[in-house]
């Protein structure tokens, strides 16, 4: 019945005066739907802009579902239009999901049916039921969270689990879901750098170091080998060279009174096979060849965690003040190195967001500043004479969306409206 039937419906709508946005999108992009615009009814100033309230009738021929397509382009009508797929092109290109952790859960995770369209994205670290109805409040058309919502696999989609039912209602109200998470640990100026800036004015370099994601140039293994100068080496390299990703250099050398062509050929992971099976031929080469993989380039200030050594030496009592500044917090936990007082000096410190005990593990600071660390992590850590600051989970990774709204505003070149959560904050408080 309902895939026969046509449906007759009002709807007001508010956008700017002379602005053709709402009646041309929704012509152009919802299927077998009519729509009038009739006379205005009232209309005022706000901010100085006059909008006017209009009447929109719209008959659908293809149910209610139509409807939820058209309810981003009505509530945008007076905003720039970003197409998701360049919008999360933009957000790959301002931090790569290759670097993030192995084990995390990054990128677009829920995704509208295409076309798609954004005028809103929504920022919040935790996306939880009562953020998403915020998010919808606001007619999200994106919402970036910085935690995945969804990071262990879903075997069902239903009402009954929380996790679940964000799916459920972020499909229902064409609503995608992006998460960055450990990118934005690792990128420059991400979450640790903006953490790194609650201790003070300082030098930092990343714990971690993150490497390239691939080979400057494509090739992965070296392959070295010596022969005979009285050999046909020319006809030899050109046979090896005919093979698709290699690169091929010669050295003279000289052994035991014997002149020779020293041969360091690079290939890429594919090419591996190939070469050797060339090579194999001559079983005087297999026995002498030496191979190495080559090791992906380090990215300049880029990684896990943040070593950070203050410009200045300040107590630990200033550094616990300036961090409870910075993150906006009353209170914070702290444990003292042994040997250590409130007036002990600092002057290295080591920062991780969220949950650093696997990245400051170890690492030689006056003083850690992470999320949460365990209880058995924080006596190794003491014994060892530096002072913890755990200041829970999420309350050191949160502020950074602050300074992220103006970044990402910049870097989508204001073509969307950017909005950070007020319902967004850790579950834990000091009561």
Known sequence: FLKNCRFHFLIWVQVIVGNPKVHDAI???????????????????????????????????????????????????????????ALVSSLNDFASPSLAESWDNVGLLVEPSPPHSVSTLFLTNDLTEEVMEEALHFKADLILSYHPPIFRP???????????????????????????????????????????????????TPLQPSMSPSYPSGLSHRIEFCMDSSQAVESFLA???????????????????????????????????????????????????????????????????????????????AVVERIKKHLALPHVRLALGVGKTLDSLVTIG?????????????????????????????????????????????NTERGFLLELKDTLAAHLENKVQVVVSKKDRDPLEVV
């Not at 992006?178 to 934005?184: F, G, L, N, R, V």
Request: hydrophobic share 40%; with cysteine.
């Open 27 to 85: 012509q152009a992009n919802v299927p077998l739907v009519s729509c009038h615009l009739k006379v205005s009814l009232r209309s005022r100033h706000e901010n100085g802009v006059p909008h006017t309230y209009c009447m929109l009738r719209v008959c659908l021929s293809r149910g209610p579902q139509v409807f939820l397509h058209t309810r981003s382009l009505l509530g945008a009508s007076s905003r720039t239009l970003m197409d998701l797929k």
């Open 154 to 204: 879903l075997k069902r989609i239903t009402w009954k689990s929380w996790k679940e039912r964000l799916v459920i209602k972020a499909f229902e109200n064409r609503v995608a879901v992006y998460s960055p998470h450990t990118a934005y640990d690792a990128i420059p100026n991400g979450v640790n750098d903006w953490l790194a800036k609650g201790l003070g004015a300082c030098t930092t």
């Open 239 to 317: 046979a090896l060279q005919v093979i698709p990703g290699t690169s091929v250099y010669t050295l003279p050398s000289r052994s035991q009174g014997t002149d020779q062509t020293h041969i360091v050929l690079s290939c890429a992971q594919a090419a591996l096979l190939s070469v050797m099976g060339f090579l194999s031929k001559d079983k005087h080469l297999c026995d002498n060849i030496q191979i190495s993989s080559l090791q992906k380039p380090l990215l300049p200030s880029t990684g896990m965690g943040r070593l950070c050594k203050l410009i200045d030496a300040v107590s630990l009592k």
């Open 350 to 394: 080591a920062v991780c967001a969220g949950s650093g005990s696997s990245v400051l593990q170890g690492v030689d600071a006056d003083l850690y500043l992470t999320g949460e660390m365990s209880h058995h992590e924080v006596l190794d850590a003491v014994a060892r004479g530096t002072s913890v600051v755990l200041c829970e989970h999420s």
